[in-house]
C-alpha cells in the first residue's frame, strides 16, 4: 500500500489550460513537499508546507495542505510547455525517524 | 545546477556483479541521502548519511551499502546485483541532519542498467 497517493498518474493538456493534482493519505503529516522532475535530471523542491490549511503560491502554482494535515493539491494557472514534467509529494510522519517518503507522481505534458 | 555531482551518469553490468556509484554534496552540506526510482516502486528512501554516521535506514537490501567519507562525499556499493536492481539512483545532500526542515538538493543521478 502506497503511503501517498497522487492522482491523476498521467495528465496531458494544451498550453493555457488549468490543472489541479493531488495527494491524498490516510496518514497525518508534519509537513509535505512538491517536487518536479524534468526528464533526466533530479527532482527540484518546489514547495514545503508545514501548517493545516496553509496555501502557498509559486508563479502560477498554487499550493495547498489540507486542515488535517493528511493531503495537498497543486493548482497550476494557464499552463505552458515548460511546466512539463513528473510532480511528486513527498511527507514526513511523524515518528518516521527521518525518512522522506514519495508518491509515484503525476506525469504532466503540457503541448503548445 | 543544483551542486550535486553524481558519476557516473550511466552504467551497464551483467547479474552477479558489483558496482560503486559516487556522490558528492554541495559544498558546505553535511548530509547525504540515497534514493532509487524505478517505474513500478516510485522514489524510494535508501539511506542517509550524516558528517560520516549513518543517520537513517530505508528500504535498502542486504546487498546494497553505503557510506560517507571523511571529506563528505558517499559512495554506494551494490552487490549481486539482479535484473531488478536496474534503476535511477539519486544522491540528495542537505546542510543539516533533519530533513523535515532542510531542503534536499538532488543530483543528475546513475542510471543503472543489469543485464
Known amino acids: 500500500t502506497q503511503l501517498l497517493e497522487q492522482s491523476p498518474q498521467f495528465l496531458s493538456i494544451q498550453e493555457g489550460e488549468n490543472l489541479t493534482v493531488y495527494c491524498n493519505s490516510s496518514s497525518v503529516f508534519s509537513s509535505l513537499q512538491w517536487y518536479r522532475q524534468e526528464p533526466g535530471e533530479g527532482p527540484v523542491l518546489l514547495v514545503t508546507v508545514v501548517t493545516g490549511g496553509e496555501v502557498k503560491k509559486l508563479k502560477r502554482l498554487t499550493f495547498q495542505f489540507g486542515d488535517a494535515r493528511k493531503d495537498s493539491s497543486l493548482h497550476i494557472t494557464a499552463a505552458q510547455p515548460g511546466d512539463t514534467g513528473l510532480y511528486l509529494c513527498?511527507?514526513?510522519?511523524?515518528?518516521?525517524?527521518?525518512?522522506?517518503?514519495f508518491g509515484k507522481g503525476t506525469l504532466l505534458t503540457v503541448n503548445p | 545546477d543544483s551542486g550535486v555531482t553524481q558519476t557516473p551518469k550511466h552504467l551497464i553490468t551483467a547479474t552477479g556483479q558489483r558496482v560503486t556509484l559516487r556522490c558528492s554534496p554541495r559544498?558546505?552540506?553535511?548530509?547525504v541521502y540515497w534514493y532509487q526510482q524505478s517505474l513500478d516502486q516510485g522514489l524510494q528512501f535508501l539511506i542517509q548519511y550524516y558528517n560520516g554516521e549513518e543517520r537513517a535506514k530505508g528500504n535498502i537490501l542486504e546487498r546494497f551499502s553505503a557510506q560517507q567519507f571523511p571529506d563528505l562525499h558517499s559512495e554506494l556499493n551494490l552487490s549481486s546485483l539482479e535484473l531488478g536492481d536496474s534503476a535511477l539512483y539519486f544522491c540528495?545532500?542537505?546542510?543539516?541532519?533533519?530533513?523535515?526542515?532542510?531542503?534536499?538538493?538532488f543530483g543528475p543521478g546513475t542510471r543503472l542498467t543489469v543485464l
Open positions: 513527498a511527507a514526513y510522519r511523524r515518528g518516521s525517524n527521518y525518512k522522506l517518503t
Open positions: 559544498s558546505g552540506d553535511l548530509s
Open positions: 540528495a545532500s542537505s546542510k543539516g541532519g533533519t530533513p523535515s526542515t532542510d531542503t534536499q538538493y
